[in-house]
């Protein structure tokens, strides 16, 4: 769904609580409506869910005056929506909404992807610097904790069985195990987990500091913003060894 038509949607649904047009109808009829507790129980839910909608979409810090003016000024508009003059009465046509909010979005993923770039490069500027961490050519940081056994994986076609807990560099937890080893194939995970993991055997435990290029990148994902930096705890609990699939070759005077 579009952003304009989530927000259309959004702000009809509170301006019909919070807004709603004069009551009519003799007493009778008025008393079967909401009581003044139940509208404000639910305007407070539709606030809560808008809120989620915008801190979920990384707008930030946004004009919540203009917010409640956008609302008012919809609910007092005159005239059927299907009119080309109903839009007239805004201060910024809705059918553009697209372009406006699309442009907003995109300068906010611009500072948050160079914001998040330039902790990264400070972190890893000063993580370096501790005699505890090793820093690879490809720019990973680790930390081995426990080395493990002899068994390693040593080819990204290798499965591997693990504990994990992922941060971001502020602690919040995006990610991590819950308590049962996960079965995940090296080759299907990020570049910085299949260069990591392969520098500790069965039993090993290892610390991992995944600058984004190794990680989720300048795109991100779920969860996690363009460029971030990522910490992970891992307990490589099991390996298990990759093996080709050799054919044999057809017995004499067999047909294939």
């Known amino acids: 769904m579009k952003l304009s038509r989530i927000l259309t949607i959004a702000a009809a649904a509170i301006a019909i609580v919070a807004c709603g047009p004069k009551v ?7 008393d079967l409506l909401p009581k003044a507790s139940q509208i404000d129980s639910v305007s407070y ?13 990384n707008f930030g810090q946004l004009n919540y005056s203009q917010i409640v003016k956008g ?69 990973l940081q680790y930390k081995i904790i426990e080395p493990g056994s002899e068994l390693k994986p040593v080819n990204d076609k290798d499965t591997i069985w693990v ?59 779920r969860g996690i913003e363009p460029n971030s930096a990522l910490i992970f705890d891992v307990e490589l609990t099991k390996v298990g060894t990759f093996v080709e699939k050799v054919e044999e070759a057809p017995a004499k005077g067999k047909k294939k």
């Open 163 to 221: 504990n994990y807990k992922g941060t971001l560099l502020n602690g919040d937890v995006f990610d991590e195990s819950d308590g049962e080893p996960v079965r995940l194939f090296l080759n299907r995970v990020v570049k910085g987990w299949s260069e990591g993991l392969k520098l500790i055997g069965e039993g090993g435990k290892i610390q991992l500091f995944v600058p984004s290029e190794l990680g989720y990148g300048e795109y991100g994902t």
């Open 71 to 139: 609302i008012k000024d919809f609910v007092n508009a005159k005239g059927d929506q299907r009119d080309t003059n109903f839009v007239k009465q805004f201060k910024i046509n809705p059918m553009e909404g697209n372009e406006v909010l699309d442009s907003f979005v995109a300068k906010r993923r611009e500072y948050t992807s160079a914001l998040n770039k330039e902790k990264a490069e400070a972190f890893f500027a000063a993580n370096a610097e501790k005699d505890s961490i090793q820093v690879t050519e490809s720019g």
């Open 45 to 57: 839910l539709i606030g809560i869910n808008f809120g989620a909608w915008i801190k979920g979409n």
């Open 24 to 30: 009519e109808g003799s007493k009778e009829v008025q």
